[in-house]
T-cell receptor
Framework: KAGVTQTPRYLIKTRGQQVTLSCSPISGHRSVSWYQQTPGQGLQFLFEYFSETQRNKGNFPGRFSGRQFSNSRSEMNVSTLELGDSALYLC?????????????FGDGTRLSIL | SQQGEEDPQALSIQEGENATMNCSYK?????LQWYRQNSGRGLVHLIL?????REKHSGRLRVTLDTSKKSSSLLITASRAADTASYFC???????????????FGKGTKLSVIP
């Protein structure tokens, strides 16, 4: 099975712009979660989608949004980019049903804000 | 917010030695998981231990869980240069039929294994 695929791997934007990141989960996985990783704050949960519905959301401003498509692929969008949004954005997937499951992570999108 | 802390923040050992990393957390959990991250890459799942388990092994990895102390440890035996990475513990507060998955991570231990 192919792993979780995130595109693009690297992205450079300027303040005020918006950006869309993409994540394709492992085939058969219906849950997609997004995490932000920064040196200062570490790994922080952004949101989780299951069957095209957001099931859970972390403590991030409304500039951060996401969606999930019928094929379970997910996108996250950040509007009005700020310098502090520079981070590694990681996507993870699992089946989304039943407990005690590991998350399968992609290699992330490195977003740099100039 | 971070669930807990890993200790130590950084660890440097010689190849062949054992490496022990500790993790503390704050709230009740359903399970605790350990992940490895090589520089600039995603997280790789290593091992999951359920709240009713006390010890689990996987190859050269041994994980213990003490729910009364809200702590866990990861032991890597006979370390190799390829084990050089950051190691994170993550807690899962639980999944319900109407719930969702959300892992809460510690800040990680950076392990360097010197050949």
């Amino acid at each position: 099975k192919a792993g979780v695929t995130q595109t693009p791997r690297y992205l450079i934007k300027t303040r005020g712009q918006q950006v869309t990141l993409s994540c394709s989960p492992i085939s058969g996985h219906r849950s997609v979660s997004w995490y932000q990783q920064t040196p200062g704050q570490g790994l922080q949960f952004l949101f989780e989608y299951f069957s095209e519905t957001q099931r859970n959301k972390g403590n991030f401003p409304g500039r951060f949004s996401g969606r999930q498509f019928s094929n379970s692929r997910s996108e996250m969008n950040v509007s009005t980019l700020e310098l502090g949004d520079s981070a590694l954005y990681l996507c993870a997937s699992n089946t989304g049903t039943g407990g005690n499951q590991p998350q399968h992570f992609g290699d992330g999108t490195r977003l740099s804000i100039l | 917010s971070q669930q807990g802390e890993e200790d130590p923040q950084a660890l440097s050992i010689q190849e062949g030695e054992n490496a022990t990393m500790n993790c503390s957390y704050k709230t009740s959990i359903n399970n605790l998981q350990w992940y490895r991250q090589n520089s600039g890459r995603g997280l790789v799942h290593l091992i999951l231990i359920r709240s009713n388990e006390r010890e689990k092994h996987s190859g050269r990895l041994r994980v213990t869980l003490d729910t009364s102390k809200k702590s866990s440890s990861l032991l890597i035996t006979a370390s190799r240069a390829a084990d050089t990475a950051s190691y994170f513990c993550a807690t899962d507060a639980g999944y319900s039929g109407a719930g969702s998955y959300q892992l809460t991570f510690g800040k990680g231990t950076k392990l360097s294994v010197i050949p």
